[in-house]
């Protein structure tokens, strides 16, 4: 029989499309079971999977049959429409736009920043992938075009559907380290309440009582009230907790996730090694485990959405949703252009996991690192606290802040009563945070367990001018701190200046360790240098005239914006100034010249790091980013 003489019946076509969409949809999940592997097996990423792309072949259905019509004129090759070669170009049909748009994806920054598409790298990655995709193309048409359609199609199915099951197996990391019994040292606990400012904390000094829980754990605990978080950026600045080491000096940023374990190593493997056992619960997608984050702990739990927002066809969708949404209004919803994607999970989620897994039958003390998201952008708080908490107000700002539909439609500029208002919001949902937290400690042997609470950087509210926390003023890395040793000790309050970096230190020395390598923090259960200097660092731009560095003496802080030839400085006095409106450089030049030099020495210490990047990490989705309001404009 001539092949060539007649097209692929339309019941071939449609056994390919489901062939496709099943071999397709298991290549996606396949990636994403491997990427992240610390996750437990889930056949329902491959449903899922599957059930997306067979939405992407039934649309590539009429391309694959208009362009098979323009290309059987050309060839004369009689087996053209076997179901293996229509099946392989229907393939082909239905990636392209995927593989297509994973590529250049790679090069786009936070913002929706394409600036980097205007050099030739992205290009010549797409055309080498089109170029592959071509080629398997071929050779899958090739390989299989004796074979018989329905043998085709059946055994394609088949080897899908057994790509598409191991993401059902239990993909096994190293073997932990067996529990002595009767080990009596203490649990470790670090607690990051994400995005809280001290200057809104009770036991800080703030004037409404929004976390009588946090403050009665005070009255067991050291408060470190000068502490500083390193960064205003939720990746850095946990990195820095747990490396011990500040981010120019451990490298990740989250534009550019290149965490190097053997460099700057956290100190999760030590205490791995040391017989802990080790886990991790976070409330965000800027947390996972791909950024280098995940490393060492036997169970690193971050999964915030669905599966299937995690392979290249969801990111595809979601792309094309946002470009939608960007041109008709009626498609986003309070800057949030997402379908089932948060990027984000409420702390009784994380808390619940997180129970779960220090309730279990292991005699080894733990290590557990607990991230919660809730006071987080956008400000949204139970009914019950904002009854409490939330003074009248009738402006048209809501808890997405100036990204709320009504601020955006009526081109409302936020003003010092709206800034209240966000905080009365923010303040509510601290007092939610306060609430789920007492519960979940109340749960703990805390005779046995040792807690450090702080968190990654601060929150604005007008202050400045500003909003959310994409700068470095006062308000917006003055975090809290609280140490509270196994069974509580009453030490007080702690002027000193410490710093994010302290953090590691001090959780190794809870646990009677010793840090492997010299770190930059100091251990905060023994007194430390009280005329330190601490540096601040907002390095996670693509751009370097976004760049600012900060160093503290004392009330003194030195900041440098932007890098190389559009520098510029500036000195404030934060006890007297803390909004920083004025620069005083002019007032004390001898202050300003020993300080500016004493910041350019600190950061020397790393060698240069000032370059700039436009390529995006391998992680690549900065769609959590960009959401979470990580932009980049002028
Ligand atoms: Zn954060």
């Known amino acids: 029989m001539n092949a060539a003489s007649q097209p692929a019946s339309l019941r071939t076509r449609l056994g390919c499309t489901l062939v496709v969409a099943l071999v397709a949809g298991a290549v996606d999940a396949l990636d994403v079971r491997l990427e992240y592997h610390h996750r437990g097996p889930d056949l329902a990423l491959f449903l899922e999977s599957a059930t997306l792309w067979l939405v992407f072949a039934l649309g590539a259905l009429p391309v694959s049959v208009i362009g098979d019509a323009v290309l059987r004129r ?122 809280t400012r001290a200057q809104s904390l009770s036991p800080f000094g703030y004037d409404r009582e929004t976390t009588p829980h946090l403050a009665e754990l005070t ?76 490393f060492a702990f036997e169970r690193y739990d971050d999964q915030v959405d669905p599966w299937v927002t995690y392979t290249s066809g969801w990111a595809f969708v979601h792309d094309l949703q946002s470009l939608a949404a960007a041109r008709i209004p009626q498609l986003a919803s309070n800057g949030l252009p997402h379908w089932f994607q948060d990027f984000q999970r409420p702390a009784s989620d994380v808390l619940r996991h997180a129970l779960e897994w220090i309730e279990s039958d292991d005699p080894r003390p733990w290590l557990c690192f607990i991230n919660l998201y ?52 923010y303040d509510a949902e601290l007092w939610d945070l306060d609430a789920i937290v007492d519960q979940f400690l109340g749960r703990l042997d805390l005779g046995r367990t040792a807690v450090l609470m702080t968190s990654d950087h601060g929150e604005a509210f007008g202050e400045g001018g500003r909003h959310e926390h994409a700068d470095i003023l006062e308000c917006q890395v003055h975090v809290p701190l609280v140490l509270r040793p196994a069974g509580g000790v ?61 160093l503290y003496d004392g009330t003194w802080k030195v900041v440098r914006f932007g890098l190389g030839s559009n520098e510029r400085w500036a000195l404030h006095d934060v006890a007297a100034d803390p909004n920083e409106a004025q620069d005083v450089s002019a007032a004390f030049p001898d202050v300003f010249a020993r300080l500016k030099t004493e910041l350019l020495e600190f950061r020397a210490r790393w060698g240069a790091d000032d370059e700039a990047d436009s390529r995006v990490g391998p992680i690549g989705n900065l769609d959590a980013l960009k959401t979470l309001g990580y932009t980049d404009s002028e």
Request: charged share 20%.
């Open 219 to 294: 009255t067991s605990a050291t408060r470190f009230t000068s502490t500083r978080s390193v960064s205003c950026y939720t990746l850095s600045s946990h990195l820095s907790m747990l490396t011990g080491a500040y981010p120019s000096h451990h490298g990740a940023r989250m534009t550019r996730q290149r965490f190097s374990q053997s460099e700057t190593p956290t100190i999760v493997r030590q205490f791995r090694e040391a017989g802990y056992r080790t886990g991790a619960f976070v409330g965000t997608d800027v947390l996972r485990a791909q950024s280098g984050i995940g």
């Open 374 to 425: 809730d006071a987080h952008w956008p400000y949204l708080p139970e009914p019950s606290a904002l009854n409490k908490w939330v003074r009248p107000y009738d402006g048209p700002v809501d808890g997405y802040a100036a990204r709320g539909d009504r601020v955006v439609a009526s081109r409302h500029k936020l003003d010092e009563r709206d800034g209240l208002h966000l905080s009365d919001l």
């Open 74 to 195: 050309r060839t004369k090759d009689e087996r053209f429409d076997s179901a293996a070669r229509v099946g392989a170009r229907h393939l082909a049909w239905t990636a392209l736009p995927v593989v297509a748009h994973s590529r250049l994806d790679n090069f786009t920054g936070i913002g929706g920043d394409t600036s980097a598409l205007r050099t030739f790298a992205p290009w010549i990655e797409l055309g080498l992938a089109l170029l592959t995709l071509l080629a398997l193309t071929w050779l899958l048409g090739r390989l299989l075009q004796s074979w018989r359609p329905r043998t085709t199609l059946l055994a394609s199915s088949c080897v899908a559907l057994g790509l598409g099951g191991t993401t059902a197996l239990r993909l096994e990391d190293d073997e932990p380290s067996p529990g002595v019994a009767g080990d009596t040292r203490p649990n470790i606990l670090l607690l990051v309440w994400d995005t």
């Open 490 to 550: 009453q030490m007080g309050i702690r002027e000193e200046p410490a710093s994010g970096v302290d953090v590691a230190p001090t959780l190794l020395a809870l646990a009677g360790l010793k840090p492997a390598k010299p770190m930059d923090g100091f251990n905060l259960l023994e007194p430390f240098d009280p005329v330190r200097r601490v540096l601040v660092e907002d390095r996670d731009h693509p751009n370097p005239r976004h760049v600012k560095l900060a």
